[in-house]
């Protein structure tokens, strides 16, 4: 049987194509169960999962809430408002209280680039990144592609371009490795103050205008634009933006006459993407959310595995 | 310094190898230190009064000078003091070094300059040279007193940490130190560049999602200063220079007769932004680690004399602060107890430098452009501090037995072959290192 290497989900970047090929197969048995009636198995029975929310996250943090639950785990759930780390606590000292709870699995999503590394480094529980900074978001870039694989069947020679601030985005760092490593092509696009140096070292080609990038590509991946993040310096203003990188009928003709639309949510409507758009037949949005769950629940079932056999040994 | 109160026994070191650039003398020679002096050097020495220390094997140097240490005296003493700083100096072969400004209160007043040298005449082991600020409160926008602060003892003017962001302050300090023959000391970054950056910009800092600065941030900021100093005839020089371009600017600037000189940590002649990959803090420094292209440039420019000296710009942080999430980590990392082994080893000992250059870049350079009197040479008369270096001595480096109050070396676990058997601080013996254990 094949395993997956680390004890920890941190990033996709160093997953293999089979370990990648795992996760989507395990995800494919875990739609299944959300099929049945009764929507639960025992597999992670007596095990403790710490949901570790430092950023505010509705859908990330509720998949990987019905994930756990579908699993049968015990669940912690930790934000940073309204809890000791709102008080001054470290991380450090966070993790170790959290670790003193003697947790299989801690859930981590935070505002530093590098966090879910730090608690790897530094707690026995197994980490799962559910997003760092503007580092990596692992199960976001799986679900992407189980997505993209249930609609499309393979990753391999699809080509796939992601609009947007590429710079501020752990989803498109995360898609890019994966997709690279599945034999996928990546487009990078959006203005040139979004997008950062040496961006090959991701796998990805970049594009600068918006047209050329969607010729004939199987997928289209718009992020979303975080109006918080931006400086006036990157985007002079959220209208040049949607004339110039925004997703509408007109561009989207351009694509493939099969292409995905997706978006990992949540959406700006009339800004990245054009109201008809975002609900066109093609757009496998909410698809990508249904998605979400089983991916977790392949993550924290594979996860266990190793834990269990660790533990054992 | 707090040094024996009894006036020093003559120490006569015999048999070692004389590494002495300023004169150019490299050559077996006994030495006599007395009354706090060089007294004599010749082929076979022999003092009846004199402790002997046999150096054979040895090499002798004059006592290295780290032009760019913070020892956090007064404000930061949970990370360091003059005490733990100076300790770490002489235990890392320094018998003197330059304290820098950023502290609280910062020394931008006589007042503080005073101070830090009344601790270091209590409590001290190496020579303490503080460093002015150029701005009053380092606030880049009113110069110091510098008459009086010179007066008070300091070296140089620095803002280090940051840089002297007006264009204008450094052109009118760069004038108003001339006056006093000491020089600009900048930390070359142009502020908006590098705005809220934790590391350098390229491949390792977008693939790990930080926040870098380009090496255009340093290089616009050498270019200005070099291009001020040739408009004043002041003196600048250049803190802890880090990319290829910076150093081709000095470079240029020398050539073109302009008073700019130059200095290289240790961390930039041997560690590149790969070592950031692990999101480990001890590789947070700023100016951040670069290149290996940046690297290469940074040794070739030590060995060709572009840079000057070498400088630690150790910075110590308590633990606390430096064990977090590496955007909230301060910058900055500890140098004085690992630079001499771990140039010695990567870089003397492999031939890529010569170690009378290593020894020149850290006593004759920094005594010529700080204006040491006395410091920097062996020649006679000279100030008798002393450096012996065994360069076949295996060490290691272990954080854990370092005299610093801090830990956060990039270095930890190094072995490295070369180390420092003996540090003399006017005439007295303030470090022996023989018993440091070999790793």
């Not at chain 1, 918080?228 to 002079?236: D, F, G, K």
């Given at each position: 049987?094949?395993?997956?290497?680390?004890?920890?989900?941190?990033?996709?970047?160093?997953?293999?194509?089979?370990?990648?090929?795992?996760?989507?197969?395990?995800?494919?048995?875990?739609?299944?169960?959300?099929?049945?009636?009764?929507?639960?198995?025992?597999?992670?029975?007596?095990?403790?999962?710490?949901?570790?929310?430092?950023?505010?996250?509705?859908?990330?943090?509720?998949?990987?809430?019905?994930?756990?639950?579908?699993?049968?785990?015990?669940?912690?759930?930790?934000?940073?408002?309204?809890?000791?780390?709102?008080?001054?606590?470290?991380?450090?000292?966070?993790?170790?209280?959290?670790?003193?709870?003697?947790?299989?699995?801690?859930?981590?999503?935070?505002?530093?680039?590098?966090?879910?590394?730090?608690?790897?480094?530094?707690?026995?529980?197994?980490?799962?990144?559910?997003?760092?900074?503007?580092?990596?978001?692992?199960?976001?870039?799986?679900?992407?592609?189980?997505?993209?694989?249930?609609?499309?069947?393979?990753?391999?020679?699809?080509?796939?371009?992601?609009?947007?601030?590429?710079?501020?985005?752990?989803?498109?760092?995360?898609?890019?490795?994966?997709?690279?490593?599945?034999?996928?092509?990546?487009?990078?696009?959006?203005?040139?103050?979004?997008?950062?140096?040496?961006?090959?070292?991701?796998?990805?080609?970049?594009?600068?205008?918006?047209?050329?990038?969607?010729?004939?590509?199987?997928?289209?991946?718009?992020?979303?634009?975080?109006?918080?993040?931006?400086?006036?310096?990157?985007?002079?203003?959220?209208?040049?933006?949607?004339?110039?990188?925004?997703?509408?009928?007109?561009?989207?003709?351009?694509?493939?006459?099969?292409?995905?639309?997706?978006?990992?949510?949540?959406?700006?409507?009339?800004?990245?993407?054009?109201?008809?758009?975002?609900?066109?037949?093609?757009?496998?949005?909410?698809?990508?959310?249904?998605?979400?769950?089983?991916?977790?629940?392949?993550?924290?079932?594979?996860?266990?595995?190793?834990?269990?056999?660790?533990?054992?040994? | 310094?707090?040094?024996?109160?009894?006036?020093?026994?003559?120490?006569?070191l015999?048999g070692g190898c004389l590494l002495d650039p300023a004169s150019g003398r490299h050559e077996n020679h006994d030495l006599?230190l007395?009354?706090?002096?060089i007294?004599?050097l010749?082929?076979?020495?022999?003092?009846?009064?004199?402790?002997?220390l046999?150096v054979s094997g040895k090499w002798v140097a004059p006592g290295f000078i780290d032009m760019h240490v913070?020892?956090?005296?007064?404000?930061?003493?949970?990370?360091?003091?003059?005490?733990?700083?100076?300790?770490?100096a002489v235990a890392g072969g320094f018998t003197a070094v330059a304290?820098?400004?950023?502290?609280?209160?910062?020394?931008?007043?006589?007042?503080?300059?005073?101070?830090?040298?009344?601790?270091?005449?209590?409590?001290?082991?190496a020579r303490?040279h503080?460093?002015?600020?150029?701005?009053?409160?380092?606030?880049?926008?009113?110069?110091?007193?510098?008459?009086?602060?010179?007066?008070?003892?300091?070296?140089?003017?620095?803002?280090?940490?940051?840089?002297?962001?007006?264009?204008?302050?450094?052109?009118?300090?760069?004038?108003?130190?001339?006056?006093?023959?000491?020089?600009?000391?900048?930390?070359?970054?142009?502020?908006?560049?590098?705005?809220?950056?934790?590391?350098?910009?390229?491949?390792?800092?977008?693939?790990?999602?930080?926040?870098?600065?380009?090496?255009?941030?340093?290089?616009?900021?050498?270019?200005?200063?070099?291009?001020?100093?040739?408009?004043?005839?002041?003196?600048?020089?250049?803190?802890?220079?880090?990319?290829?371009?910076?150093?081709?600017?000095?470079?240029?600037?020398?050539?073109?007769?302009?008073?700019?000189t130059a200095e290289v940590t240790p961390?930039?002649l041997l560690?590149?932004?790969?070592?950031?990959?692990?999101?480990?803090?001890?590789?947070?420094?700023?100016?951040?680690?670069?290149?290996?292209?940046?690297?290469?440039?940074c040794v070739a420019g030590l060995v060709d004399g572009t840079i000057d000296a070498i400088a630690t710009?150790h910075?110590?942080?308590?633990?606390?602060?430096?064990?977090?999430?590496?955007?909230?980590?301060?910058?900055?990392?500890?140098g004085l107890e690992s630079a001499i082994p771990v140039l010695m080893d990567r870089l003397v000992a492999t031939g890529l430098l010569a170690p009378a250059r290593l020894v020149e870049a850290l006593t004759a350079a920094p005594s010529r452009i700080l204006?040491l009197e006395g410091q920097g040479s062996l020649a006679v008369?000279s100030l008798a501090d002393v450096t012996v270096l065994d360069p076949d001595r295996?060490f290691?480096?272990?954080?854990?037995?370092?005299?610093?109050?801090?830990?956060?070396?990039?270095?930890?676990?190094?072995?490295c072959r070369g180390s420092v058997t003996f540090t003399i601080v006017?005439?007295?013996?303030v470090h022996?290192g023989?018993?440091?254990?070999?790793?």
């Open positions: 049987m094949v395993d997956l290497g680390d004890r920890h989900l941190l990033g996709t970047e160093g997953l293999t194509s089979e370990e990648i090929t795992l996760i989507l197969d395990t995800a494919e048995s875990m739609v299944e169960i959300g099929q049945r009636e009764i929507k639960k198995v025992p597999t992670l029975r007596g095990k403790t999962v710490v949901n570790f929310f430092y950023e505010p996250s509705t859908r990330t943090r509720s998949s990987f809430e019905i994930a756990e639950k579908r699993l049968s785990a015990d669940i912690v759930n930790f934000s940073a408002s309204g809890s000791s780390v709102s008080k001054g606590e470290t991380l450090l000292d966070t993790a170790r209280t959290l670790e003193a709870m003697e947790p299989t699995f801690i859930v981590i999503r935070h505002g530093a680039s590098g966090a879910a590394r730090f608690l790897a480094d530094r707690c026995r529980a197994s980490i799962i990144n559910a997003g760092d900074g503007m580092h990596e978001h692992p199960t976001q870039a799986l679900l992407d592609a189980f997505t993209m694989r249930r609609h499309k069947k393979k990753l391999a020679g699809l080509n796939v371009a992601i609009v947007g601030d590429i710079t501020h985005s752990r989803v498109a760092r995360s898609n890019a490795y994966l997709l690279a490593t599945m034999g996928a092509r990546v487009t990078f696009c959006g203005p040139a103050t979004m997008i950062p140096p040496h961006v090959e070292c991701l796998g990805a080609r970049v594009e600068l205008s918006m047209e050329k990038a969607l010729e004939g590509v199987d997928v289209i991946m718009m992020l979303r634009i975080q109006r918080e993040r931006q400086s006036r310096l990157a985007l002079p203003s959220l209208r040049e933006y949607t004339r110039l990188y925004g997703l509408d009928r007109r561009r989207l003709s351009l694509a493939h006459p099969e292409a995905l639309i997706m978006h990992p949510g949540p959406i700006n409507r009339g800004v990245e993407i054009a109201d008809d758009v975002a609900d066109d037949q093609r757009s496998v949005i909410l698809e990508q959310v249904a998605n979400g769950v089983a991916i977790r629940m392949a993550v924290l079932y594979l996860l266990a595995r190793n834990w269990d056999a660790h533990e054992a040994s | 310094m707090k040094l024996p109160d009894e006036p020093s026994q003559p120490l006569l015999k006599l007395a009354e706090g002096r007294k004599a010749a082929p076979d020495l022999h003092a009846p009064d004199a402790r002997v046999d913070h020892l956090r005296e007064p404000g930061g003493e949970d990370a360091e003091t003059i005490a733990t700083g100076t300790r770490a304290a820098m400004p950023n502290t609280s209160p910062v020394n931008d007043d006589q007042s503080v300059t005073r101070f830090m040298l009344a601790q270091a005449a209590r409590e001290g082991v303490v503080p460093i002015g600020c150029v701005s009053k409160g380092m606030s880049g926008v009113e110069l110091t007193e510098m008459g009086n602060q010179v007066e008070a003892g300091c070296v140089a003017f620095s803002d280090d940490g940051k840089p002297v962001a007006s264009a204008q302050v450094m052109r009118r300090a760069l004038e108003y130190s001339s006056v006093f023959g000491v020089p600009i000391i900048d930390h070359c970054e142009e502020p908006t560049l590098a705005a809220e950056a934790v590391m350098n910009e390229g491949i390792v800092s977008t693939a790990l999602g930080l926040r870098g600065m380009p090496d255009e941030a340093e290089e616009v900021m050498v270019d200005r200063n070099i291009r001020l100093a040739g408009l004043t005839g002041g003196r600048v020089h250049i803190a802890h220079i880090s990319t290829r371009g910076a150093i081709e600017s000095v470079r240029r600037g020398k050539e073109a007769g302009v008073r700019v961390h930039h560690l590149t932004e790969e070592a950031v990959r692990g999101y480990d803090t001890d590789f947070r420094m700023n100016p951040p680690l670069r290149t290996e292209v940046d690297r290469v440039a710009d910075a110590p942080h308590a633990r606390e602060f430096k064990n977090v999430e590496f955007n909230a980590a301060p910058n900055g990392v500890i204006n008369d295996p290691t480096v272990e954080a854990r037995r370092f005299r610093s109050l801090s830990r956060n070396t990039p270095f930890n676990g190094w072995r006017a005439g007295h013996l022996d023989r018993g440091d254990l070999a790793g």
